[in-house]
């Protein structure tokens, strides 16, 4: 790999540097390495709408989905100039933007999609007009995705869809969901699956909010009772929905951002030791164990930050990452989990207090908030059994049994 830029990228990483010292609005600058808001979490509406401003800046500079090819509404930027881009917002702890739409099912639309499907739907997760939330997981398939029982059954026009989906991510505030359903009960698993896009204010679709350990409703499942979805919202061939999931997958294990952010949190973290280590918000004092922990975290974000540059790196050279972004995945997110343990080690008793209105309450709350929420980490996106078995069978070579 090569580390060093060119002058055309050096240049480029100055314009962003340029970019979000004069433009990223103020509130957004101090998050302490954990993103926007406190530790108590905040409710996902009031994130959209803090979100305009920065959202129309940089849609101005057409950098909501930079890498996008121009005739798509992106910047047709390549794949080192997007990965620089996404280095430079993390350094600096800009909010992302985007979300679902502009990271998963966009790109999936323009590998996959026909063109109706990119004209309706591409420009309007540009603007940010439509939120989307995914589909897959249900309340029996989970890390076994292919096992999945909601039903999808051709009438007319139409396709009818019943069954349940669980974990929906923020399905709650989405207009529409790209989802996977079983169209062909007879045919192996994997090959009687069908990919769709479906509008949620679809009659028959209930979404019901699950409140997750850390008091916040993230999740949610979603209900489908004889919902009707126009074959057109079919993405590609019918019963070929699972390597068209497969696409979608990649796209989301393959972010090279949270690297650079965990570091970020680490780097805060032992900072907060040092300036609190003689009174009770921190546990560090004369500690040497503790002391080579925190060593041993920030050494751990340099490691996930290598793996994520031979993602880029592969797709740089127009490969596709597999199983090397699998192991980006599972790292970063255990990873993420022995942070937060850190973290709690470093408060005390105190970390367990969220509340930020406090003074008593560390970094406002935010570690013991991070310690719950990051239980989800190795679950989300894939299991870590489910990476480690796509790294020993693709990657390894391994026999599945």
Same mark, same amino acid.
């Given at each position: 790999?090569?580390?060093?830029?060119?002058?055309?990228?050096?240049?480029?990483?100055?314009?962003?540097?340029?970019?979000?010292?004069?433009?990223?609005?103020? %509130?957004?600058?101090?998050? $302490? *390495?954990? /993103?926007?808001?406190?530790? @108590?979490?905040?409710?996902?509406?009031?994130?959209?709408? &803090?979100?305009?401003?920065?959202?129309?800046?940089?849609?101005?500079?057409?950098?909501?989905?930079?890498?996008?090819?121009?005739?798509?509404?992106?910047?047709?930027?390549?794949?080192?100039?997007?990965?620089?881009?996404?280095?430079?917002?993390?350094?600096? %702890?800009?909010?992302?933007? $985007? *979300?679902? /739409?502009?990271?998963?099912? @966009?790109?999936?639309?323009?590998?996959?999609?026909?063109? &109706?499907?990119?004209?309706e739907h591409l420009s309007r997760i540009l603007s940010g007009e439509v939120q989307w939330c995914q589909g897959f997981s249900e309340p029996e398939s989970g890390s076994d995705l292919a096992s999945l029982q909601t039903k999808a059954v051709r009438d007319g026009d139409d396709f009818v869809i019943n069954g349940q989906k669980i974990w929906t991510s923020g399905a709650q505030y989405a207009?529409?969901?790209?989802?996977?359903?079983?169209?062909?009960?007879?045919?192996?698993?994997?090959?009687?699956?069908?990919?769709?896009?479906?509008?949620?204010?679809?009659?028959?679709?209930?979404?019901?909010?699950?409140?997750?350990?850390?008091?916040?409703?993230?999740?949610?499942?979603?209900?489908?009772?004889?919902?009707?979805?126009?074959?057109?919202n079919l993405v590609g061939e019918e019963n070929r929905g699972w390597y068209i999931g497969t696409t979608t997958l990649d796209f989301e294990r393959s972010s090279i951002g949270s690297a650079v952010g965990q570091r970020l949190q680490v780097e805060n973290l032992i900072k907060f030791a040092k300036e609190h280590k003689d009174d009770h918000k921190s546990t560090l004092g004369d500690n040497e164990t503790l002391q080579f922990e925190l060593a041993d975290r920030l050494l751990e974000t340099h490691v996930a930050k290598m793996l994520s540059y031979r993602v880029?790196?592969?797709?740089?050279?127009?490969?596709?990452?597999?199983?090397?972004?699998?192991?980006?995945?599972?790292f970063s997110s255990e990873m993420s989990q022995r942070i937060a343990r850190t973290s709690m080690k470093v408060a005390g008793l105190y970390g367990q207090l969220l509340n930020d209105d406090t003074d008593w309450a560390p970094a406002k709350g935010r570690y013991g908030a991070s310690y719950i929420q990051t239980v989800a980490s190795t679950i989300a996106g894939g299991t870590s059994e489910i990476q480690r078995g796509i790294i020993a069978t693709r990657g390894l070579g391994l026999p599945k049994n």
């Open positions: 790999m090569d580390f060093n830029d060119t002058p055309e990228e050096a240049a480029f990483r100055q314009e962003i540097r340029d970019f979000i010292d004069k433009e990223l609005p103020e %509130r957004f600058k101090d998050a $302490g *390495g954990f /993103g926007f808001g406190g530790g @108590g979490g905040g409710d996902m509406r009031s994130r959209f709408e &803090e979100m305009k401003e920065w959202r129309k800046k940089l849609s101005d500079k057409g950098w909501i989905a930079a890498a996008w090819p121009k005739e798509y509404g992106g910047a047709g930027l390549g794949t080192m100039e997007q990965f620089i881009m996404n280095e430079e917002f993390a350094e600096n %702890r800009t909010p992302p933007v $985007g *979300g679902m /739409g502009v990271s998963m099912i @966009g790109p999936t639309l323009i590998i996959h999609g026909d063109d &109706e499907q990119k004209d207009h529409w969901m790209f989802m996977m359903a079983r169209t062909d009960p007879d045919a192996p698993k994997h090959k009687g699956i069908s990919y769709f896009m479906l509008d949620m204010k679809s009659p028959g679709v209930t979404v019901r909010p699950l409140v997750n350990m850390a008091g916040n409703s993230m999740f949610n499942e979603v209900f489908f009772d004889n919902v009707r979805v126009p074959a057109k880029v790196t592969m797709q740089a050279r127009g490969l596709v990452p597999n199983y090397e972004a699998s192991m980006c995945k599972l």
